[in-house]
């Protein structure tokens, strides 16, 4: 079945540790994104990429780091420099020329202990 | 900017009766596009309809369909005859363009539990 997975669901990291979260699609979507979520909360970009070897920053890039070395591969790294990371995040993808109709992941929920 | 505004964090309705959900926004872009996406609480986000800046009518999926308001800018989600497993979170996002791309822009939401 086509879809979009994240792994692993929940993520436990001591605080100043480096973790990367897993989104993988078997879709063909040329873009993916990142987006945080906080409790109550609703959506905010990362990340996003529309092609292989490019990303652009989202709305809150800072203390994050992505790659798009393959077309169905796009790793989130929360580094030590994110202040407040404990979150759940959320990857998507679409298709180039249907950048509206993004499909979701189940999400990883990361807590920074 | 794009901005999309949930002004209903929580909302309790009897099963079976219709519910209303609301949402504005602001964009001064003139082609856009709104959506509804239901988050449950595993967490994944489910797309529920979409309506486009130049559609002329009301978008409608089952229990589902959006009155699209475009001059008070509002986007309101109707979900008739409710059921229980409609209780879930309920996020009302934009499609617009920002720093040369698409994306999507969500509200707060607003946490629609349904009572037996």
């Known amino acids: 079945d086509g879809g979009i997975t994240q792994s692993p669901k929940y993520l436990f990291r001591k605080e100043g540790q480096n973790v990367t979260l897993s989104c993988e699609q078997n879709?063909?979507?040329?873009?993916m994104y990142w987006y945080r979520q906080d409790p109550g909360q609703g959506l905010r970009l990362i990340y996003y990429s529309q092609i292989v070897n490019d990303f652009q920053k989202g709305d809150i890039a800072e203390g994050y780091s992505v790659s798009r070395e393959k077309k169905e591969s796009f790793p989130l790294t929360v580094t030590s420099a994110q202040k407040n990371p404990t979150a759940f995040y959320l990857c998507a993808s679409a298709r180039r020329e249907e950048p509206d109709t993004q499909y979701f992941g189940p999400g990883t929920r990361l807590t920074v202990l | 900017a794009q901005k999309i505004t949930q002004t209903q964090p929580g909302m309790f309705v009897q099963e079976k009766e219709a519910v209303t959900l609301d949402c504005t926004y602001d964009?001064?872009?003139?082609?856009?596009?709104l959506f509804w996406y239901k988050q449950p609480s595993s967490g994944e986000m489910i797309f529920l309809i979409y309506q486009g800046s130049y559609d002329q009518q009301n978008a409608t999926e089952g229990r589902y369909s959006l009155n699209f308001q475009k001059a008070r800018k509002s986007a309101n989600l109707v979900i008739s005859a409710s059921q229980l497993g409609d209780s879930a979170m309920y996020f009302c996002a934009m499609r617009g363009l920002i720093q040369g791309a698409q994306k999507l822009v969500f509200g707060q939401g607003t946490r629609l539990t349904i009572n037996p």
């Open positions: 879709l063909n979507h040329d873009a």
């Open positions: 964009t001064s872009d003139p082609s856009y596009g």
